[in-house]
């Protein structure tokens, strides 16, 4: 089955710290990744996408994302994490065998401590 | 530019009501989704159009649920009768995508979504 996993409900982080999200996925053929981030009470918001040519995509709000194909995973990371960024993180694949459906994983909380 | 529109934003009702959401997608897309959020999971297609017409309703209950988007533009997804079980966030997302079998780059822009409390 094609799926896409985020093996951390909750990621905490201080502030100006380093931070990492990760995501796994499991399809045939080659990805299209993409990251979006949910604050509360609003709706699912674009941050970047895989599609082709360089691994490490860089996204909305300091976000980038690296590609990485023998592993099987697209984790989202920033350098400095803000307190702004404290939402819920989604990571989503589209198979080589779908036209525009995709598939979301779970969700992982990322807090960040003042 | 303006983003995918969603109304209402809240709804309570009992079970066994009806209830409704209406979906305004960005101007010019060609696709519109309907998803299912879980408190606690990530959201769930229920059904997908290409233009007016339904591209995949797999997982739509199909014996309570129902959606319609007659012009083309913007959708109505209905429940009825509601159960306990629907009360979730429901989230409608557009795209460019214009169709064909051919995989598509675009991406998807939600809206602020639809919670639905069902008592």
């Known amino acids: 089955a094609q799926s896409v996993a985020q093996p951390e409900d909750q990621v905490n982080v201080a502030e100006g710290n380093p931070l990492t999200v990760k995501c796994t996925y499991s399809?045939?053929?080659?990805?299209?990744l993409f990251w979006y981030v949910q604050y509360p009470n609003r709706g699912l918001q674009f941050l970047l996408k895989?599609?082709?040519?360089?691994?490490l995509v860089k996204g909305s709000y300091g976000f980038e994302a690296e590609f990485n194909k023998s592993q099987t995973s697209f984790h989202l990371k920033k350098p400095s994490a803000l307190v702004s960024d404290s939402a819920l993180y989604f990571c989503?694949?589209?198979?080589?065998?779908?036209?525009?459906?995709?598939?979301f994983g779970s969700g992982t909380r990322l807090s960040i401590r003042p | 530019e303006a983003g995918v529109a969603q109304s209402p934003r809240y709804k309570i009702i009992e079970k066994r009501q009806s209830v409704a959401f209406w979906c305004n997608p960005i101007?010019?897309?060609?696709?519109l989704y309907w998803y299912q959020q879980i408190l606690g999971q990530g959201p769930k297609l229920l059904i997908q159009?290409?233009?007016?017409?339904?591209?995949?309703d797999s997982q739509l209950p199909k014996d309570r649920f129902s959606a319609e988007r007659l012009k083309g533009v913007d959708s109505t997804l209905k429940i009825q009768p509601a159960k306990l079980e629907d009360s979730a966030v429901y989230l409608c997302?557009?795209?460019?995508?214009?169709?064909?079998?051919?995989?598509?780059?675009?991406?998807?822009?939600f809206g602020p979504g639809t919670r639905l409390t069902v008592l």
């Open positions: 997302a557009s795209s460019l995508a214009s169709g064909g079998t051919r995989r598509s780059t675009d991406t998807q822009y």
């Open positions: 399809v045939s053929g080659n990805p299209y």
């Open positions: 895989y599609i082709t040519g360089d691994n």
């Open positions: 989503a694949v589209r198979p080589y065998s779908s036209a525009s459906k995709i598939i």
């Open positions: 101007s010019g897309h060609a696709t």
């Open positions: 159009f290409q233009n007016n017409g339904v591209v995949d």
